[in-house]
Structure formats: C-alpha cells, structure tokens
C-alpha cells in the first residue's frame, strides 16, 4: 500500500507509525520547514495510552509521568471547590510538554516512513495529491487528512464547513522553574478560568482563559496577570514564574458544524481534520490517537478489504467524536459565562451534582479499547 500522510502533527504522525507497522509504504507531508511540537503542556488519558499501545507508541510516554496532587477539580477564584475528582478518574492521566511526545513519536517512526517537510498540498483529487510548487503524487492507494483545523484535504472528502470561534481565547504556557502545588484543575470566574496541571519535574502547565469579542487585540503575560490578580494561591505565583516569551496566546476555535463524514473513496480525515473541538475535556490529541489507532486496527485486519475497513472507521469514529466535540463545546461556553447571576447559578450547580457522577462521566469518556485486529 502507497500512503499519504498529510500534516505531521501528532495525530499525523501516528498514523504514520500506524500504516508502516502494516507493511505500507507511507509519505508524510509537512508545510512547516520543519516537523516539530509547538504548543505547550498536554494531557493524556486513559483512552490515549491505550490508542498509543495498540500502535506500539506507548513507550512514547514515560509511566513515571502522571498527575500527583491528590486534590483535582474545579474552584472558585477565592479557591473554594466546586466539584472534585475522585482518583479514579484521573489515575491514568499523564501530563507531557507537547514537544517532547512530538519528538518521541518522530523517533519510533519505522523506516517505511519517509517526511517531506516545506511541503504544502494544494489539493487532493482522488488518489492525487496536488502540491504547492505545482507537482504531484499520484497512484495513491489511501490518502490521510491529518493537517488540522484548516485541513486541505477535507473538501476532497465533505462539504467544508470553515472554522468558528469559540468566544474566548486562552493563553498557554509552562512555568520556567518549579511551583510547589497541592492541587490541580481549573478555577471558573467570571468569563475567566485558570486551569493548572503539574509536570514530573515540578514544573506547571497552565492556561488562561478569557471572553473576547472577535478581532478584539489580546495582551500578554501582562495581561494574564492583571485579570487574575487576587485569585487563590498559587495563580499568581505560577504566573510570575513563567518566562513572558514561552507565552502562547490563540483564540479558541472548533469546527462550525460536525461533517457529515469522515471518508470518501481512499481519502481519510483524523484528527482536528475530522473532528477539531475546544479543549475544555482535553481530548483534541487523545481522540487524533484514538482515530489513528482504530484506522491501523481495522485495515490490519486479516483479508481487510481497505474500502470496507474505512467505512468502518466512518461508522466508529463520527459517532464518538462528535459526541465529544459537543460536550467540550457546552462545557467551554458554561465556563465562559460573564454576568454574575448566571455565574453564580452555575457555581450553584455545580456544587450540587455529586463528585462521583462527575466522576463517572470523566471515567465513560476514557472507557475506550480499539477494535480488535
């Protein structure tokens, strides 16, 4: 089999590892000039893991990084709780810098697995890969849309619906030194949250995330520290302690309506391509896994027709992943409430549902095994 990889981004490239563990030969195709993790902190559940391990990636992340605060859930900025997680729920959550899972995953790609990178795609036409400079690659037995948001491949597979803007935007970073912590999660304001996730070596991931209109001009770390000024400890200690240049701020944005598929012929979208959601439950990187791995698994299959393997994989992943990108979409627009009545509603609200069916719901979103080869 002859693949096109579109996008080396993490799910990309795990598809990528994917299909050459079955024999394909397989082209990766990157715009950038280079492959590397942007971004900043991520977080890994469960269901990621396990998508990791059926691709043979699980080594990719160290078993000794995991989340050790036993205090995990959501507060109020004076730092009274909300709601809280059970450890349960969160015992398999594992909290990487993106950049070190993005070269990890590079360095346990097979040797069938060739990267161009400074290599836009113009257009894909059915097993035809059109390319910026002009050229083509052409005889494609399946061609895979992993490039994101603003996917090029996905109007050779759907009608493109654009992208949409969630509301608000969100600042990301890693602290530059350690921050003790004796707890982790996400504080809700109003139209404001900080959320907080500890790394192995003592170091701390955070976002901020603030209401904006659209176009609004954003600030910098200047500004995360004025909106967040006399929230509960440690926010502002965590703040101070990140270096102002390793600093991300994007508005948040998501499809503007679910596709309504992921394939068609031999081209395929994972990922952002198929499914891009906010990241208010922190799934965007593990459902991109989980797509790659349930695509390797089924096309792995003994005597696995490819037509046949890809709608199943339509058929597995539409459901599941839009169902997902839904609640993350509610759960960032609820975050984001600015006027105080609704805001204290909500905090209201909050308190009264029981830890444990909070739990239970963050359990179901991880309880997820790839098909059977």
């Given at each position: 089999?002859?693949?096109?990889?579109?996008?080396?981004?993490?799910?990309?490239?795990?598809?990528?590892?994917?299909?050459?563990?079955?024999?394909?030969?397989?082209?990766?195709?990157?715009?950038?000039?280079?492959?590397?993790?942007?971004?900043?902190?991520?977080?890994?559940?469960?269901?990621?893991?396990?998508?990791?391990?059926?691709?043979?990636?699980?080594?990719?992340?160290?078993?000794?990084?995991?989340?050790?605060?036993?205090?995990?859930?959501?507060?109020?900025?004076?730092?009274?709780?909300?709601?809280?997680?059970?450890?349960?729920?969160?015992?398999?959550?594992?909290?990487?810098?993106?950049?070190?899972?993005?070269?990890?995953?590079?360095?346990?790609?097979?040797?069938?697995?060739?990267?161009?990178?400074?290599?836009?795609?113009?257009?894909?036409?059915?097993?035809?890969?059109?390319?910026?400079?002009?050229?083509?690659?052409?005889?494609?037995?399946?061609?895979?849309?992993?490039?994101?948001?603003?996917?090029?491949?996905?109007?050779?597979?759907?009608?493109?619906?654009?992208?949409?803007?969630?509301?608000?935007?969100?600042?990301?970073?890693?602290?530059?030194?350690?921050?003790?912590?004796?707890?982790?999660?996400?504080?809700?304001?109003?139209?404001?949250r900080f959320g907080i996730a500890p790394l192995p070596d003592?170091?701390?991931?955070?976002?901020?995330?603030v209401s904006y209109d659209e176009g609004v001009e954003v600030?910098?770390?200047?500004?995360?520290?004025?909106?967040?000024?006399?929230?509960?400890?440690?926010?502002?200690?965590?703040?101070?302690?990140?270096?102002?240049?390793?600093?991300?701020?994007?508005?948040?944005?998501?499809l503007a309506r679910p596709l309504a598929g992921f394939v068609?012929?031999?081209?395929?979208?994972?990922?952002?391509?198929?499914?891009?959601?906010?990241?208010?439950?922190?799934?965007?990187?593990?459902?991109?896994?989980?797509?790659?791995?349930?695509?390797?698994?089924?096309?792995?299959?003994?005597?696995?027709?490819?037509?046949?393997?890809?709608?199943?994989?339509?058929?597995?992943?539409?459901?599941?992943?839009?169902?997902?990108?839904?609640?993350?979409?509610?759960?960032?627009?609820?975050?984001?409430?600015?006027?105080?009545?609704?805001?204290?509603?909500?905090?209201?609200?909050?308190?009264?549902?029981?830890?444990?069916?909070?739990?239970?719901?963050?359990?179901?979103?991880?309880?997820?095994?790839?098909?059977?080869?």
């Open positions: 089999m002859r693949a096109v990889v579109v996008g080396a981004g993490i799910g990309g490239l795990c598809t990528a590892a994917g299909l050459s563990s079955l024999g394909a030969d397989v082209i990766v195709l990157e715009r950038a000039p280079e492959v590397r993790g942007g971004g900043s902190g991520l977080s890994l559940f469960g269901n990621g893991l396990r998508a990791l391990k059926s691709l043979g990636l699980r080594s990719a992340v160290p078993d000794a990084v995991r989340v050790s605060p036993t205090l995990n859930g959501t507060r109020r900025p004076d730092g009274r709780w909300l709601t809280r997680f059970d450890q349960s729920a969160i015992e398999q959550l594992r909290v990487v810098r993106r950049r070190d899972l993005h070269e990890a995953l590079v360095a346990r790609l097979g040797a069938g697995v060739e990267i161009r990178t400074g290599t836009g795609v113009r257009e894909v036409r059915d097993a035809t890969v059109q390319l910026d400079d002009g050229t083509t690659i052409d005889d494609c037995d399946l061609i895979v849309g992993a490039d994101g948001l603003r996917s090029r491949v996905r109007p050779a597979v759907t009608r493109d619906p654009g992208a949409a803007y969630a509301g608000y935007v969100a600042w990301r970073a890693i602290t530059a030194r350690p921050v003790d912590l004796d707890a982790a999660g996400e504080t809700m304001g109003r139209g404001h003592g170091h701390v991931y955070w976002f901020a995330a600030g910098g770390i200047d500004e995360v520290r004025e909106r967040f000024s006399g929230w509960h400890a440690p926010i502002e200690e965590i703040v101070d302690a990140t270096d102002p240049k390793d600093v991300g701020v994007l508005p948040i944005e998501e068609r012929g031999r081209s395929v979208l994972v990922g952002d391509a198929a499914h891009a959601m906010t990241p208010n439950l922190g799934q965007g990187a593990n459902q991109a896994m989980e797509d790659a791995a349930t695509l390797t698994a089924l096309l792995g299959r003994a005597g696995a027709d490819v037509d046949d393997a890809l709608r199943s994989y339509n058929q597995l992943r539409r459901r599941r992943t839009q169902s997902i990108a839904r609640q993350a979409s509610a759960i960032g627009k609820v975050g984001q409430w600015r006027s105080a009545p609704t805001v204290r509603l909500r905090d209201l609200a909050m308190r009264a549902v029981p830890d444990a069916a909070l739990s239970a719901q963050l359990r179901r979103i991880q309880d997820w095994q790839p098909p059977m080869r």
